[in-house]
């Protein structure tokens, strides 16, 4: 496997390298009259590659003004960036309407878009024809976020402000997640971890207290309950896939090393609201006659529990 590139390594301010990817579309309309026009919108992600914070625009059409104006919001809120990377287009699956459309926008407006970049003091590279695994960064970010909103927003038109209200409460959850523990965490006595939203704010992405509206059916809910319901149901299953990944099912090929008793792991939980991770810190092993552990005793902020090791995950970055 080749080293990771330069730019992923290096220390640097957030966003200084950044991933831009294309998602899409959502479908949009102009008001909330029942006649109302519906348009498309799309989603841009943009990740920083140091410290995968990901942050989320809407784009109302593909055009080099609408995305040159959706990258002035971008630097507006998360400053200038030195470099930005994007595949050129050509990795897209042709057999999808919708995907053939954002091909054509990327390789189209190319010119207009480096013309704008570089007034902005902004290098962008493309990888090559071809090579969508060299975006792996942004490519990964853009399959978890479109494929499950796509999901949670499902075939109900929004207004431009509602979908970008969904997309904030969405990336407030994907900047959320724990990456690994603070270096107060060696204290037994600490559940602190680092999140992406401790290089965006200073400290950790919280959300507003609500009412779990995501078993109420659809005609019974407003407008904004429906919001809540789309980022829910992102929260949910996001989260759970998220959770999974960070557990290695590989063959057993060779012996692997157990967890170790003063680990800080992520506890999977049902019912949990969003942006929420339970925390415990590993008491005891609970090794098997094979001397596997398949139970541990954890320690929370609340309380002491068991827990089989698959309702375990550890910090994606721990060791």
């Known amino acids: 496997m080749a080293p990771l590139p330069a730019a992923r390594l290096i220390p640097c301010n957030v966003f200084e390298h950044v991933g831009v990817d294309l998602g899409g579309p959502f479908f949009t309309k102009e008001s909330l009259r029942r006649n109302a026009r519906v348009e498309r919108s799309y989603l841009a992600l943009f990740i920083c590659y140091s410290t995968k914070a990901v942050h989320l625009e809407v784009l109302s059409s593909l055009s080099s003004d609408c995305f040159l104006a959706c990258l002035d ?28 459309e954002v091909q054509r926008f990327m390789l189209e407006q190319k010119n207009n878009i480096l013309e704008g970049c570089s007034k902005r003091q902004i290098i962008w590279r493309f990888n090559p024809p071809g090579a969508p695994h060299m975006g792996g960064l942004w490519e990964a970010g853009i399959k978890s976020a479109k494929y499950l909103l796509t999901r949670a927003v499902g075939e109900k038109s929004l207004t431009f402000e509602e979908l970008t209200t969904v997309f904030c409460k969405v990336e407030a959850i994907l900047n959320s997640r724990p990456l690994c523990p603070l270096p107060a965490s060696d204290n037994p006595d600490e559940f602190n971890v680092l999140t992406a939203g401790h290089f965006l704010i200073g400290k950790g992405l919280t959300a507003v207290p609500e009412y779990n509206v995501e078993d109420i059916t659809i005609n019974r809910l407003s407008r904004w309950q429906y919001i809540q319901k789309c980022s829910q149901m992102f929260w949910r299953r996001w989260s759970h896939e998220y959770l999974n990944t960070l557990q290695q099912k590989a063959k057993w090929h060779s012996d692997r090393s157990n967890i170790k008793i003063g680990d ?18 590993i008491e005891a092993l609970h090794p098997g006659p094979d001397g596997i552990v398949r139970c541990v005793t954890l320690r929370t902020q609340k309380s002491t529990l068991q827990r089989p090791v698959n309702k375990l995950s550890p910090l994606p970055y721990s060791n």
Do not use: E, M, Q
């Open 264 to 281: 800080l792991v992520i506890i999977k939980t049902d019912n949990v609201p969003p942006c929420n991770w339970p925390l415990g810190r």
């Open 73 to 100: 919001r971008f630097v507006a809120r998360r400053g200038v960036c030195s470099f930005l990377y994007s595949d050129c287009g050509t990795n897209f699956i042709a057999a999808s309407k919708h995907l053939t």
